[in-house]
């Protein structure tokens, strides 16, 4: 029942986000592209505002993070260095008759949580519970003919055909390749290799001292073969990484220091302490990590990763050493002819999977005293697409010029809209509907004593201020200000 009301849920999102500008399928007029999808009007202006804030509560709060922007095209042998060429893959299995790709995994706990939920012969616990021990131990080993003889020994078939003709468990790579005349070359899976290979550039050219760090904000490609979910898992997606190069014997320090300052960065946003899981991963590592944790999110399908903190130890410029030939080291500061290579503790957030856990969480419908509903984005005020909208009451006795008047002084300040073309009530709703937290009205009452009516999004309060105050209303109730200084509060003694 409550998956069903989950799954109803999830429907009602992806046509909200397109009825009202947030996200559109991807080159829809063609019948759309598995797993891409474009962001609308207020999509990309909600996407800017999570950047911004990213951003600064990284590089302006921390004085010792610098930016970057590397190119997605890298040399090749950045991927070999990396181990993305090797071992960056995805272990699927075939169907031969419906010819349908599965992840073995999945299909083994789906499998799982049939037999135990829906099957008239219930499966018992301690069944369960040897499969999915047999299942982690063979993944910790990799032995994926073990996983192979398991479906076999379950008699799973395929849920579309029902057929049980599977191929072997095989690897498939994860890049997306682009065929040059010289050899191939790669779009990025992860942002993080151009900040491992610009390392040397910004430790030079800003004369960074242990620790500090290297943040970016950018595209990256996955060939994600079973893609669903919308945007939370895409083929073309954004990244928000941060790698913190610190000494070797430090590790667990900033490990842990990063894991705390990300889960309160995350719980700032008002979304609901309980939507938050911090889950420790004891296997299943990257094939780069050491130690590794997730932060994970109430999705509308049940928890999932949205953000990974990982120590990535020497892995990678060690390797880069290797394949570049050239010296990716730091001196010692006690001694200054000895040099090591520092250790990498990484932060790692998907941009669309926080714009998903944000519009999810904030998307409501609500029932209105006088019956009627309305659907409102509680969007955190300072990541709303819109600060503002400015609507004249009526159309006629002066009241359109002021409101315009009002909107042309601000709008260099704030992303606002100016609207006159329905009745006061539908323009509400349609403002609640994309989130904006304020709405300002012009009056007959503004003719007399220069206020306006301001109404809130949340409670739909209205208040009388004066035209001068708009512009400190608007700052105080959405901007970012407010929230970076106490970001920056909790992460001052680094
Ligand atoms: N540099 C480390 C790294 O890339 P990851 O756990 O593979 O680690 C980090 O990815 C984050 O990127 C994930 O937590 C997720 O938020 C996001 N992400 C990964 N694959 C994605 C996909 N196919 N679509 C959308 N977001 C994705």
Known sequence: MKEKKNGHFFHFLISHAKTYGFVFPSSEIYGGLNAVYDYGQYGVELKNNIKEYWWKSMTQIHENIVGLDSSVLMHSNVWKASG????????????????????????????????????????????????????????????????????????????ICGSKNWTNIRPFNMMFKVKEEKGDLFLRPETAQGIF??????????????????????????????????????????????????????EMKWYEYWKKIRLKWHLELNLGNEKYKLRDHEN???????????????????????????????????????????????????NKLESYIPYVIETSLGLDRLFLAIFSSSLKKEKLKNGNQRIVLKIPPYLSPIKAAIFPLVQKDGLPEIAKKIFNDLKIDYRLIYDQKKSIGKLYRRQDAIGTPLCFTIDHDTLKSNTVTMRYRDTMLQKRVHINNISKMIENETGLKNILIKLSKQSINQ
């Open 84 to 159: 993305h060429i090797d071992k960056f893959n995805e272990f699927l299995i075939d169907n031969k008759d419906s010819k349908k790709r599965y992840n073995p995994e999945k299909l083994i706990k789906e499998y799982v949580t049939f037999m135990q939920k829906k099957c008239s012969k219930k499966m018992s616990h301690s069944k369960k519970n040897e499969i999915l021990s047999r299942l982690d131990q063979s993944f910790k080993k990799n032995d994926f003919s073990d996983i192979r003889v398991l479906i076999d020994e379950l008699n799973i078939y395929d849920p």
């Open 284 to 334: 299943k590592l990257a094939h780069y990590a050491s130690i590794g944790s997730d932060i994970e999110f109430h999705f509308p399908f049940g928890f999932r990763e949205m953000e990974g903190i990982h120590s990535r130890r020497d892995f990678d410029l060690k390797n880069h050493e290797i394949f570049s030939k050239k010296k990716l080291r730091i001196f010692c500061e006690k």
């Open 197 to 250: 290979s610009n390392f040397l550039n910004i430790k030079k050219s800003n004369r960074m001292k242990i620790p500090f760090g290297i943040a970016q904000i950018g595209k990256s490609f996955r060939n994600e073969m079973i893609a669903r979910q919308f945007i939370f898992r895409m083929r073309e997606f954004e990244q928000m990484e941060m790698q913190f190069f610190i000494l070797p014997k430090e």
